[in-house]
């Protein structure tokens, strides 16, 4: 049973870029979330995926926008770049959505630095 | 408003001591409570959860308390070993708007000495 991967594991970009990250969910699971965790900081909740829909987000503008793909893989893709962006990106993938709050298993991040 | 609070931001204990960790939260929504390790350069990996209705789940040497009078959870660790060394997070659980999210605390580093 493969994990949680990310892509890239680092990435540099200017302000007012773009950038997509992505994250292959671990075999058999359909519920992906992604969380921003700011230096110091415990993760935050970006948004949710469930069966390739969009299933809630939290407290990110717009410019956050994602996918989920019919294999369960997924895409965060983020827009208008500002230096807060800087963060660490985690995908984290659950055998289906109400295994959520019981286990959740996350990939190794993706370090974004806007410079 | 940070639902999920871990007021120590490091520990330090010997090793075959007992580790506690504490986490302490404010809604009464949440459903399931989680501990993740964290090493540097790693993502978070999950140790051990409690659902809301229970009070102690036991994983090997890992076992958590909930208190729900008190809104108080721990995690203790023992015996305490050198790679237990790490950034320790605890999480909540709570359906918003259809999505099951998790609230995490503000971490805890533990160092254990030898």
């Known amino acids: 049973e493969t994990g949680v991967t990310q892509s890239p594991t680092h990435l540099i970009k200017t302000r007012g870029q773009q950038v997509t990250l992505r994250c292959s969910s671990q075999?058999?699971?359909?519920?992906v979330s992604w969380y921003q965790q700011a230096l110091g900081q415990g993760p935050q909740f970006i948004f949710q995926?469930?069966?390739?829909?969009?299933?809630g987000r939290g407290n990110f503008p717009p410019r956050f926008s994602g996918l989920q793909f019919p294999n369960y893989s997924s895409e965060l893709n983020v827009n208008a770049l500002e230096l807060d962006d800087s963060a660490l990106y985690l995908c984290?993938?659950?055998?289906?959505?109400?295994?959520?709050?019981?286990?959740?298993?996350f990939g190794q991040g993706t370090r974004l630095t806007v410079v | 408003d940070q639902q999920v609070k871990q007021n120590s931001p490091s520990l330090s204990v010997q090793e075959g001591r007992i580790s506690i960790l504490n986490c302490d939260y404010t809604?009464?929504?949440?459903?399931?409570f989680l501990w993740y390790k964290k090493y540097p350069a790693e993502g978070p990996t999950f140790l051990i959860s409690?659902?809301?209705?229970?009070d102690k789940n036991e994983d090997g040497r890992f076992t958590v308390f909930l208190n729900k009078s008190a809104k108080h959870l721990s995690l203790h660790i023992v015996p305490s070993q050198p790679g237990d060394s790490a950034v320790y997070f605890c999480?909540?659980?709570?359906?918003?708007?259809?999505?099951?999210?998790?609230?995490f605390g503000q971490g805890t580093r533990l160092t254990i000495n030898p």
């Open positions: 999480a909540a659980s709570v359906i918003i708007q259809g999505a099951q999210k998790l609230v």
């Open positions: 984290a993938s659950s055998r289906t959505l109400d295994r959520v709050g019981t286990e959740a298993f």
């Open positions: 075999s058999g699971h359909n519920t």
């Open positions: 995926y469930y069966r390739e829909e969009e299933n």
């Open positions: 409690i659902s809301s209705i229970k």
């Open positions: 809604n009464s929504m949440f459903d399931y």
